[in-house]
């Protein structure tokens, strides 16, 4: 059976990457993708942008939706103090283990927690199951219908708090419109926009920061 573009990804991190050196990861799929196979990581461009909020939001209990390779798993679990923690969401069976390797290559096994699971199965349980009390961060990174009603559990079951910071990719290109409908304009969200380009390529994308207000 022909190996997949993640098993690809995968091998080429652990051939190329420096154990234990997070940074080492990132740039070898950044360059992998961006030289030989394109697939949909957040990308060195849109990365700093996620750098940049993670940094602000400093949090210690952070989530994100669609693990995919463990790309960005790695990218906020590099920027995370000691005692924080990441979830991380993925439903489809395939990419668990990839994302596994490749998040203990970058040395970050002990900070991310991947959740295999449909969100909207799992979000329900992350208070009783996973004893999370509030989440500090999320990042929003799956199918893109899924992000407004994946928003909407979040603040159902309790897991936002005052100053959360929610951040979605993708709400340039393929877009989030449901999402960015139900926080823009919506007196519990302030929403901030980034403008910038798609992982890998010269075509416009863009973030959406949308900090929860109580
Ligand atoms: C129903 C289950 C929902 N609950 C779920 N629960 C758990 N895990 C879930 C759920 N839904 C999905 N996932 C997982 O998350 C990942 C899915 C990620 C999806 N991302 C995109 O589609 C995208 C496309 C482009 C793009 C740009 C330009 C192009 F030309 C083509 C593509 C760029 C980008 O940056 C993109 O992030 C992963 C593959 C998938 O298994
Ligand atoms: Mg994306």
């Known amino acids: 059976m022909d190996q997949s573009k993640e098993q690809r990804i995968l091998n080429s991190v652990s051939y190329n990457a420096i154990k234990g050196d997070a940074e080492s990861v990132l740039d070898c799929i950044d360059k992998y993708c961006s030289q030989k196979e394109w697939a949909m990581n957040v990308g060195d461009e849109k990365g700093l942008i996620l750098d940049k909020i993670v940094k602000?939001?400093?949090?210690?209990?952070?989530?994100?939706?669609?693990?995919?390779?463990?790309?960005?798993?790695?990218?906020?679990?590099?920027?995370?103090?000691?005692?924080?923690?990441?979830?991380?969401?993925?439903?489809?069976?395939?990419?668990?283990p990839i994302a596994k390797e490749i998040i203990e290559i970058a040395g970050l096994e002990d900070k991310v927690t991947i959740l295999e699971g449909h969100a909207q199965d799992i979000i329900p349980q992350l208070k009783t199951k996973y004893n999370v009390d509030t989440l500090d961060f999320v990042f929003l990174d799956h199918w893109k219908d899924r992000y407004a009603p994946d928003t909407i559990l979040l603040?159902?079951?309790?897991?936002?708090?005052?100053?959360?910071?929610?951040?979605?990719?993708?709400?340039?290109?393929?877009?989030?419109?449901?999402?960015?409908?139900?926080?823009?304009?919506?007196?519990?969200?302030?929403?901030?926009?980034?403008?910038?380009?798609?992982?890998?390529?010269?075509?416009?994308?863009?973030?959406?920061?949308?900090?929860?207000?109580?």
Do not use: W
């Open 56 to 96: 602000e939001a400093d949090p210690t209990v952070a989530l994100e939706l669609g693990t995919y390779c463990g790309y960005s798993a790695v990218r906020i679990a590099r920027l995370l103090k000691p005692s924080a923690h990441l979830f991380s969401i993925e439903f489809n069976a395939e990419f668990v």
């Open 155 to 214: 603040e159902q079951y309790g897991l936002l708090r005052k100053g959360s910071i929610l951040l979605a990719d993708n709400i340039g290109f393929p877009g989030a419109p449901d999402f960015l409908k139900h926080v823009r304009n919506n007196e519990h969200y302030e929403c901030t926009h980034y403008p910038s380009h798609l992982e890998y390529m010269k075509a416009p994308d863009a973030m959406e920061k949308a900090v929860y207000l109580g």
